[in-house]
T-cell receptor
C-alpha cells in the first residue's frame, strides 16, 4: 500500500501558465515533505521542501502548499517554462528519521511552447 | 555535474555473475544511500550509511551487499541476481542522515539481468 500517492501520471500545460502538481499521503506521522525533479537519463534533483509547521514555502517560481488536515501537498510552478518539462516526485518522511524518504510514483509534466 | 558520480551507467549481467556498482560523492557529505527504481514503481530505499556505519537495511535480499569504505564512496556488490532485479539503481548523499537535509542523487546505473 503506497503511503505517498501522485494520482496524475501526466500533466500538460501551456508555457507561461501555472502548473499544479498534486500529492497525497496517508501516514499522519509524516512531517517533512520534498519535491524532486527528474530529467531523462539523470538522477532526481531536489527542488523545494516544507515541514509540517508551515503551510507554504516559496522559492522563486516554485511554491509548495501543505494541507495537513487533508494530507495533501501541491507544487505550483508559475510561470511554467518548457525547461520545466520533467518528471516530478514528491517524497515524505518523519523529520526525526528524515533519511527515510517515501517517494510517490511521479507526475510527468509537459510544458508546451 | 551532480556531485554524485555513479559507475557504470549501464550494466548487463547474467544471473550467475558477480558485479559491483560504484558511487562517489564530491560534496563532503557524511550520509550515503542506495535506492532502487523498478519500472512504473516509486523509488525504494535499500540502504543508508551514516559516517560509514549502516543505519538502514530496508529488507533487502542478501544477494545485494553494500559496502562503505569511507564517507565518499559507496559500493553495491551484486551476486546471483534474479530477472526482477533489473532496475535503475540510484545513489544519493546528504550532509547528515536526517535532520531535514535533502538528498543529492547521482544519475543512476541501469541494470539488466539476463
Amino acid at each position: 500500500d503506497q503511503q505517498v500517492k501522485q494520482n496524475s501520471p501526466s500533466l500538460s500545460v501551456q508555457e507561461g501558465r501555472i502548473s499544479i502538481l498534486n500529492c497525497d499521503y496517508t501516514n499522519s506521522m509524516f512531517d517533512y515533505f520534498l519535491w524532486y525533479k527528474k530529467y531523462p537519463a539523470e538522477g532526481p534533483t531536489f527542488l523545494i521542501s516544507i515541514s509540517s509547521i508551515k503551510d507554504k514555502n516559496e522559492d522563486g517560481r516554485f511554491t509548495v502548499f501543505l494541507n495537513k488536515s487533508a494530507k495533501h501537498l501541491s507544487l505550483h510552478i508559475v510561470p511554467s517554462q518548457p525547461g520545466d518539462s520533467a518528471v516530478y516526485f514528491c517524497a515524505a518522511s518523519v523529520l526525526s528519521s528524515s533519511y527515510k524518504l517515501i517517494f510517490g510514483s511521479g507526475t510527468r509534466l509537459l510544458v508546451r511552447p | 555535474e551532480t556531485g554524485v558520480t555513479q559507475t557504470p551507467r549501464h550494466l548487463v549481467m547474467g544471473m550467475t555473475n558477480k558485479k559491483s556498482l560504484k558511487c562517489e560523492q564530491h560534496l563532503g557529505h557524511n550520509a550515503m544511500y542506495w535506492y532502487k527504481q523498478s519500472a512504473k514503481k516509486p523509488l525504494e530505499l535499500m540502504f543508508v550509511y551514516s559516517l560509514e556505519e549502516r543505519v538502514e537495511n530496508n529488507s533487502v535480499p542478501s544477494r545485494f551487499s553494500p559496502e562503505c569504505p569511507n564517507s565518499s564512496h559507496l559500493f553495491l556488490h551484486l551476486h546471483t541476481l534474479q530477472p526482477e532485479d533489473s532496475a535503475l539503481y540510484l545513489c544519493a548523499s546528504s550532509p547528515l542522515a536526517g535532520a531535514g537535509q535533502p538528498q543529492h542523487f547521482g544519475d543512476g546505473t541501469r541494470l539488466s539481468i539476463l
